[in-house]
């Protein structure tokens, strides 16, 4: 055994202690500058993902195809079943359709007879979800669209139905959204009909919570949710999902996304809501609040 | 010897690639009830304790980064103090006389305990808002679990046997 003694002894030179020293303390610097200047250093890490990630989607991309495959191919039992429950859904549609469309000819009507102006549409850039998160620490995904095609941060990212998040961190060829579901995700909601607002914050569950509504006695499960527009964070009337409430009475959403197979995503062209140039504009208060042109970063 | 283990070191930087690539698929995007263990983790113990000189901390530092980098998480935290942890491992290994499989599982254990707490300490110290502490309670108690077989895995499926036996072998090879 005067083997394994020598091993570890040679193991221990001088020069290998100082290497774990200088591995460790680098490593603790890191994780220091990442806490002191997150912005800079989250958009480093975009742009590292941003050069790893996109180049692995040959891979990446039939890898979830064939595992989607297999679970699809699992479900092909219940295909008859869902076909029938499809047909039915599909009857009921129609007659909602038919309301929708009167509807929409006498909103038009109205609408005209007031000369009133909405929210102009909206354009949007679809992109395919690339990838997972990977962790519990953040719900969030990647996006194959980035600067290139004109992304920019903060704008709002729905499925065909529903909001699903909003990009927070772009690289040049990638983007990521970050999803309601998020722990650090908070929307400005409304509560319709009864027009209470709120907000919508993620925690780590399928269902985000609802805080800080006023009026719990005004709204009933099945309320439909939209966002607000307040803060100018994300464009108002853009729908969330549903009103539930969670066995502890406490009151949630039932997203309209879907979330289990997020595969297409409509990043909407906000141009409206604030603009944020730069990391350093993240940290520093606003220098001139008359100013209506989005300011530069002091230090870059 | 050194092309055998120069080898093992790049199977062993391949694996951890595949996994990561594993763990990225974007197939539920659902937050999970439950999760599943850090096979990631539970790979690099079993190297770092069958093949001590084989892991360098360079190494190890650099792919517990990328992984900090890739899942978003807080960039460093996790990699400081995996890496503390994995190279308090390997000094064991190379310390003990004897290493039978329970006492190697006991180290990796006392391990993953350390580097959960240690994350969660640090976290809580420098206010960042991390998820419940359950999931992450959960994740390590799966991930000692799971350590067994792993380990048996790359016993029989990789020739990955405790580093005295094939370091022993390799020295008479050198002497030889």
């Known amino acids: ?300 | 010897m050194g092309l055998k283990s120069l080898t093992y070191s790049i199977l062993f930087v391949l694996i951890v690639f595949v996994l990561i690539f594993v763990k990225i698929l974007p197939l539920n995007t659902v937050p999970k009830e439950w999760t599943a263990p850090d096979v990631l983790l539970c790979v690099t113990l079993v190297w770092c304790l069958r093949r001590p000189l084989g892991t360098s901390i360079i190494l190890l530092g650099v792919l517990f980064l990328l992984q900090d980098i890739i899942f978003q998480r807080p960039i460093g935290l996790f990699a400081v103090v995996a890496t503390l942890m994995c190279e308090w491992s390997k000094r064991q290994a190379l310390r003990a006389e004897e290493f039978p499989f329970f006492i190697e599982w006991m180290t990796a254990a006392v391990a993953v305990i350390a580097i959960f707490i240690l994350v969660q300490v640090i976290a809580s110290l420098s206010l960042i808002a991390t998820p419940s502490m359950r999931i992450f309670a959960k994740e390590s108690v799966f991930t000692i679990l799971a350590y067994p077989f792993v380990a048996l895995l790359c016993r029989y499926g990789l020739g990955l046997r405790t580093h005295q036996v094939t370091e022993f072998e390799a020295s008479l090879g050198q002497e030889s």
Not at chain 1, 57 to 82: C, G, H, M
Not at chain 1, 248 to 276: M, N, P, T, W
Request: no cysteine; charged share 25%; net charge positive.
């Open chain 1, 1 to 300: 055994m005067a083997q394994n003694t020598t091993q570890y002894d040679d193991y221990l030179t001088p020069i290998r202690r100082l290497l774990v020293w200088m591995v460790l303390l680098f490593l603790i610097a890191v994780f220091v500058l990442w806490r002191i200047d997150n912005p800079r250093v989250e958009r480093f890490r975009a742009v590292i993902i941003d050069a790893i990630i996109p180049n692995m989607n040959w891979a990446i991309a039939p890898a979830t195809t064939a595992v989607n495959l297999v679970r699809d191919f699992k479900s092909y039992a219940e295909v008859i079943e869902q076909n029938q429950e499809l047909r039915r859904e599909l009857q009921r549609m129609k007659s909602w359709k038919e309301a929708a469309i009167q509807l929409e000819q006498e909103n038009a009507r109205l609408l005209e007879l007031n000369n009133l102006k909405l929210n102009p549409k909206f354009t949007f850039v679809s992109g395919i979800v690339i990838a997972d998160s990977g962790s519990p620490f953040s719900q969030s995904v990647l996006l194959n669209v980035g600067e290139r095609d004109g992304i920019v941060d903060g704008w709002p990212a729905m499925d065909g139905l529903g909001l699903v998040g909003r990009i927070a961190g772009i690289g040049s060829t990638s983007s990521r959204v970050m999803l309601l579901t998020d722990a650090s995700s908070r929307v400005p909601i409304v509560v319709q009909p009864s027009g209470q607002e709120a907000l919508v914050s993620g925690d780590n569950t399928l269902n985000p919570l609802i805080e800080f509504l006023k009026d719990t006695s005004l709204v009933r499960p099945g309320d439909r949710i939209v966002t607000s527009g307040r803060g100018g964070t994300l464009p108002p009337d853009l729908l969330i999902g549903q009103l539930v409430l969670d066995p502890h009475k406490r009151l949630r959403v039932k997203l309209a996304a879907d979330y289990e197979r997020l595969k297409f995503v409509r990043v909407l062209r906000d141009q409206s809501g604030e603009k944020i140039l730069g990391a350093g504009n993240l940290l520093l208060p606003k220098l001139k609040d008359s100013s209506p042109k989005p300011t530069h970063p002091l230090v870059d």
